[in-house]
């Protein structure tokens, strides 16, 4: 059966994440002895005793998220050396472990990477006021007119039934007013720090863009489906220009999660905190098998499924 990994992203953050995994594998426990050398601080304790606070700032949450899903994905491949997958993705800061276990990125740099990308969306949304909203149950037709209407604009593609829409704060709490009026099923303003994923990002793009600009990219061992194109990565100069268009475009969840289908994926293994992406994929196709690995029960259950009759 072909598969592909998916990794999460920043919001399925817990106090105690990896650490289990760091206690049961040397390999684990060297993952977040690099990324505190990298850091200079210690990430371990945070991801391991908190407080959460701490833990959800956007500079300390992304290389957190990042680097607990790289040890759930290095205990699949220790456990089961001949793991076989066909493609990454993941969501917005996941997509960079995606390319990471693709060996697109280096390790350290990835780390690298994610502090200071979290540092730039934070310090653009303290320039600007802003907000986001999942709206559930409205038709994305119906969505675009809302957004030209308040200057709001689409931020997630998550499911068929599930998208979210970003802006500015009093955009957003109309938007979400005309969602209602229109017949969504539901709405709900997200707990963020700010727009992600619109326009009222672009200071962090381009901040981001320069970083980039000398970090060196390879190209995927594996396809790694991009959340701008909901196609496959291509060159490294390519991989350079998509990851800073990331910041300010729509997450394309939904076309990636398709891509993987039409290709012929018929399982889906989520790694890192949480299982949002595992859900979010059974509503886009209900027959697709998904696991996920966010701890060591996780990783024993997956691997009964993976090594069992048939095999996931």
């Not at 701490?54 to 500079?59: A, H, Q, V």
């Not at 802003?130 to 931020?155: D, N, R």
């Not at 991009?226 to 300010?248: C, F, K, L, S, Y």
Request: with cysteine.
């Amino acid at each position: 059966m072909k598969r592909a990994i998916v990794f999460t992203g920043q919001g399925s953050q817990f106090v105690g994440m990896g650490k289990d995994l760091a206690q049961a594998f040397p390999e684990c426990r060297a993952l977040f002895d690099a990324a505190n050398a990298v850091l200079g601080f210690d990430l371990a304790r945070l991801c391991f005793e908190g407080p959460l606070e701490e833990l959800t700032k956007s500079d300390h949450c992304q290389p957190a998220i990042f680097v607990t899903s790289v040890a759930c994905f290095t205990g699949l491949k220790k456990l089961y050396p001949e793991f076989d997958w066909g493609g990454a993705a993941g969501l917005s800061l996941g997509e960079w472990t995606a390319l990471h276990a693709a060996d697109a990125l280096a390790f350290d740099d990835a780390v690298r990477i994610l502090r200071a990308r979290g540092r730039f969306m934070q310090e653009a949304c303290e320039q600007q006021q802003g907000g986001m909203v999942s709206v559930m149950g409205l038709a994305l037709p119906e969505l675009e007119k809302i957004c030209a209407a308040t200057g709001v604009e689409i931020a997630n593609l998550n499911s068929p039934e599930q998208t979210v829409l970003s802006g500015e704060k009093a955009g957003i709490q109309e938007a979400e007013k005309m969602a209602q009026a229109a017949g969504a099923k539901k709405t709900v303003p997200l707990n963020v720090a700010g727009a992600f994923h619109s326009r009222l990002m672009a200071p962090a793009a381009a901040q981001l863009e320069q970083l980039l600009a000398d970090v060196p990219f390879r190209k995927p061992t594996v396809p790694v489906v991009a959340n701008v194109t909901g196609q496959p990565h291509g060159e490294p100069d390519e991989i350079r220009r998509v990851m800073v268009r990331q910041v300010t475009s729509p997450v394309r969840w939904v076309a990636g999660v398709q891509w993987f289908l039409q290709d012929g994926v018929k399982a889906f293994v989520e790694c890192g905190p949480g299982k949002v992406l595992a859900g979010l994929i059974k509503r886009i196709d209900k027959d697709a098998a998904t696991l996920n690995i966010q701890d060591c029960v996780s990783l024993e259950k997956a691997l009964a499924a993976l090594r069992g009759a048939g095999g996931v």
